[in-house]
């Protein structure tokens, strides 16, 4: 077992880092929230476009956002699990019943209460607003769902039969 003195260091295939510096490179809260905010904009605006499996995905990219900061910063961990078991449950709900008028009300209500976390948190500055337009680059309408395609990826080749 190594002494207290010796610096543990994990070694990739690029590289040799402390623990210090793997910690370091992890991301801060501001830049965890930021990718919260992305999804939460792409999520209602594919809700609208009728694209109910990608509202699905984008909820799951929060849940799994707000997972990663209470593990990286504890000192958010009791909001964050309020948030999940008294905000997301409705907005599931909305989405698994592919009720706009519910996802709506569920959605605004999340953001009310995240923005006011956001204020008990001290940073009463920070209010997130829905962005007026929909996101680009991404198809919000329904999406027919296709045969999957028989690919297969191997020695480095992707190849499609």
Known sequence: MAGLSEEIRVTTEENELSLEEMSAALPDTPAIMEKVGHCWWHLIYAARGG??????YYLRRVAKLENALKTLRPKHRERLERFQAEALPPVVDAIEAKDLEQLERAFAA????A???HGNSGYPYIKWVLPS???AGL???PVEPAEPA???????QVTQG
């Open 51 to 56: 694209n109910w499996g990608l509202a699905g």
């Open 110 to 113: 999340a953001t009310d209460m």
């Open 115 to 117: 923005n006011v976390m």
């Open 133 to 135: 337009e929909p996101p």
């Open 139 to 141: 198809q919000l309408a």
């Open 150 to 156: 028989d690919v297969s990826v191997g020695n480095g």
